[in-house]
């Protein structure tokens, strides 16, 4: 399995789909603002990260507008926040067999760039 979340509106994930090319090599491609997100996708992602909190995006605009900054969120919280609103998801998130990417950093675009090429 090879699935690609992102937001096609996103500039940062437009880049690095341009670069990645996932849909060149397999990757069934979702728009999460479009289709939403799995629940099933998203427990896969918590799985292989190790946490809800490490696929969800405090850059979110709505995470301070929401007042989430100032309370202690739980694991449960994070994951019921991100099947809410999609802009919770860190993007773009590469979901392999055995492997989660999320985000941007570069660390995270070459390990989702080895599990495409590889």
């Known amino acids: 399995m090879k699935k690609a979340f992102t937001l096609p509106t996103c500039k940062t994930c437009l880049r690095i789909f341009d ?27 918590k799985q292989l990260a190790g946490s809800y909190e490490a696929i969800f995006s405090r850059r979110a605009m709505k995470f301070r507008s929401m007042g989430l900054a100032d309370k202690k969120l739980t694991e449960a919280d994070y994951r019921s926040l991100i099947l809410e609103e999609y802009t919770f998801l860190k993007r773009p998130v590469f979901l392999f067999d055995d492997q989660v990417c999320a985000g941007s950093a570069k660390a995270s675009v070459e390990a989702a760039r080895m599990a495409l090429n590889g």
């Open 19 to 45: 670069d990645l090319q996932p849909e060149q090599n397999g990757c069934v491609v979702v728009d999460i603002k479009a289709e939403g997100i799995d629940p099933e996708d998203l427990d896969k992602m």
